[in-house]
């Protein structure tokens, strides 16, 4: 056995070891690799680690993140979550389904605010389960429609996920943002035109609402989420104009959502100190994470572990595209494990320049390693967001969550075959775009 191959059994084994007893993964990381470094160099095997960490400590573009954070936190604890669904759900509830619908845009538009999986499919969960029940909806709709609308979180911009992608890459971050909008919107679509026919279909799955509902009363519902809308449009449309970095785009709007919350008399210090809060753990949550990734992949391939694999995945004997879609079967199945960021920072080192050696497009390639990271999320036994539902929903059985999930597993797939088919359905938009990083 070559010591390269003893290596990556060991660090990754332990990694896996450590995950299932309980150990927070940016703790797992980062313990394998203090661990496997000492067993390697002894002290020294410490000084990569702190290369590694310092090395991320130092790039400008991790100051987007707590932005990004802030801004989704800011606008989902205040009442415009709230009141963004009642717009969703005055529009789209005559139809059949159209509360599944209306569920669907308020999860993607959450997901263009908070940036991540966990807070859009909580949030969409407590607020758009309750009249979904109430309407007599089919516990396979709620908690399909939720489940996987609320991972688009991190694919839909702007998504930190995709922000540490172009970091890992030196790809364009408002690239990668354009072709993940053009990615989530596709799957979107997939959701809400399954949902409409099933409703067609049997329409005792999706009651339509009762109440009449007058066109006043519609854009009346609008004026809630004119100024939120406005403020995400301006973020994204600064980065795909090229008038603004992520981090500059970031930062302005951070500054926007505190001024749109003071103005609906909101924004008082307890809503400060808990935004603040909040924010501070989450950005702390993804930061440590990436430092443990960062001493993790420094030990690897300080022990010639990524080049050993990189050699093995180009020598295989195989077609250029059952290699891509290797990869991509690899990330969805790490996906049921595993937090995105983690897998992120372990796999891109190592596939990314197999994909370059390879000829693939890499705005392409990051994308479409997003939307397995988002598959993974909703793949039983393991994925993150079925564990999310069961916690909305204490007293329902796994297996109607797990049976739930499927076609809307089935709809994604399927869109990603059509995106590895037609690249331009993602790489068309970035193509457009003047970028300013």
Same mark, same amino acid.
């Given at each position: 056995?070559?010591?390269?191959?003893?290596?990556?059994?060991?660090?990754?084994?332990?990694?896996? *070891?450590?995950?299932?007893?309980?150990?927070?993964?940016?703790?797992?990381?980062?313990?394998?690799?203090?661990?496997?470094?000492?067993?390697?160099?002894?002290?020294?095997?410490?000084?990569?680690?702190?290369?590694?960490?310092?090395?991320?400590?130092?790039?400008?573009?991790?100051?987007?993140?707590?932005?990004?954070?802030?801004?989704?936190?800011?606008?989902?604890?205040?009442?415009?979550?709230?009141?963004?669904?009642?717009?969703?759900? +005055?529009?789209?509830?005559? *139809?059949?389904?159209?509360?599944?619908?209306?569920?669907?845009?308020?999860?993607?538009?959450?997901?263009?605010? #908070?940036?991540?999986?966990?807070?859009?499919?909580?949030?969409?969960?407590?607020?758009?389960?309750?009249?979904?029940?109430?309407?007599?909806?089919?516990?396979?709709?709620?908690?399909?429609?939720?489940?996987?609308?609320?991972?688009?979180?991190?694919?839909?911009?702007?998504?930190?996920?995709?922000?540490?992608?172009?970091?890992?890459?030196?790809?364009?971050?408002?690239?990668?943002?354009?072709?993940?909008?053009?990615?989530?919107?596709?799957?979107?679509?997939?959701?809400?035109?399954?949902?409409?026919?099933?409703?067609?279909?049997?329409?005792?799955?999706?009651?339509?609402?009762?109440?009449?509902?007058?066109?006043?009363?519609?854009?009346?519902?609008?004026?809630?989420?004119? *100024?939120?809308?406005?403020?995400?449009?301006?973020?994204?449309?600064?980065?795909?104009?090229?008038?603004?970095?992520?981090?500059?785009?970031?930062?302005?709007?951070?500054?926007?959502?505190? +001024?749109?919350?003071? +103005?609906?008399?909101?924004?008082?210090?307890?809503?400060?100190?808990?935004?603040?809060?909040?924010?501070?753990?989450? #950005?702390?949550?993804?930061?440590?994470?990436?430092?443990?990734?960062?001493?993790?992949?420094?030990?690897?391939?300080?022990?010639?572990?990524?080049?050993?694999?990189?050699?093995?995945?180009?020598?295989?004997?195989?077609?250029?595209?059952?290699?891509?879609?290797?990869?991509?079967?690899?990330?969805?199945?790490?996906?049921?494990?595993?937090?995105?960021?983690?897998?992120?920072?372990?796999?891109?080192?190592?596939?990314?320049?197999?994909?370059?050696?390879?000829?693939?497009?890499?705005?392409?390639?990051?994308?479409?390693?997003?939307?397995?990271?988002?598959?993974?999320?909703?793949?039983?036994?393991?994925?993150?967001?079925?564990?999310?539902?069961?916690?909305?929903?204490?007293?329902?059985?796994?297996? #109607?969550?797990?049976?739930?999930?499927?076609?809307?597993?089935?709809?994604?797939?399927?869109?990603?075959?059509?995106?590895?088919?037609?690249?331009?359905?993602?790489?068309?938009?970035?193509? +457009?775009?003047?970028?300013?990083?």
């Amino acid at each position: 056995m070559s010591p390269e191959l003893l290596l990556s059994l060991g660090m990754f084994g332990g990694l896996i *070891l450590a995950v299932m007893a309980g150990v927070s993964l940016s703790f797992a990381l980062g313990g394998v690799a203090v661990i496997a470094g000492f067993l390697l160099y002894g002290i020294d095997g410490f000084m990569p680690i702190v290369t590694g960490v310092f090395n991320y400590m130092w790039m400008l573009l991790l100051t987007a993140i707590p932005f990004f954070v802030f801004i989704g936190v800011a606008l989902s604890k205040s009442k415009i979550a709230e009141d963004m669904y009642e717009a969703f759900y +005055l529009w789209s509830g005559p *139809l059949r389904g159209g509360l599944a619908v209306g569920s669907c845009f308020f999860a993607a538009a959450l997901s263009a605010m #908070t940036g991540n999986c966990s807070a859009s499919t909580v949030t969409a969960g407590l607020v758009g389960m309750p009249p979904m029940r109430k309407k007599g909806y089919k516990a396979s709709v709620i908690f399909g429609t939720i489940g996987s609308a609320g991972t688009l979180g991190i694919l839909i911009p702007p998504s930190i996920t995709l922000i540490v992608i172009g970091m890992m890459t030196g790809q364009s971050i408002g690239k990668l943002f354009a072709g993940g909008l053009a990615a989530g919107l596709i799957i979107l679509a997939s959701f809400i035109l399954y949902i409409l026919v099933r409703s067609y279909l049997d329409p005792t799955l999706c009651p339509a609402m009762d109440e009449t509902v007058s066109f006043k009363q519609k854009l009346n519902a609008l004026k809630s989420v004119s *100024l939120p809308a406005l403020i995400i449009a301006a973020i994204l449309g600064t980065i795909f104009l090229g008038v603004a970095t992520p981090t500059e785009a970031a930062s302005v709007g951070a500054l926007a959502v505190a +001024l749109a919350v003071a +103005l609906r008399g909101e924004f008082n210090w307890a809503f400060f100190k808990e935004v603040s809060h909040t924010t501070a753990a989450i #950005t702390g949550m993804v930061l440590w994470i990436m430092f443990g990734a960062a001493g993790f992949v420094a030990v690897y391939s300080g022990g010639g572990g990524v080049y050993f694999v990189q050699e093995l995945l180009a020598g295989l004997e195989v077609n250029r595209w059952v290699l891509f879609l290797l990869m991509q079967l690899f990330v969805l199945v790490l996906g049921m494990f595993l937090d995105p960021m983690g897998i992120i920072l372990l796999c891109l080192p190592i596939f990314y320049p197999v994909v370059q050696q390879l000829g693939f497009d890499p705005i392409w390639f990051g994308v479409l390693f997003q939307v397995n990271l988002c598959i993974g999320y909703i793949t039983p036994p393991f994925g993150y967001n079925l564990f999310y539902l069961k916690s909305l929903s204490p007293k329902t059985d796994m297996r #109607t969550i797990y049976a739930s999930v499927f076609p809307f597993i089935a709809l994604m797939l399927f869109c990603e075959v059509l995106m590895i088919l037609f690249p331009e359905l993602i790489v068309y938009l970035p193509a +457009l775009m003047v970028t300013k990083g």
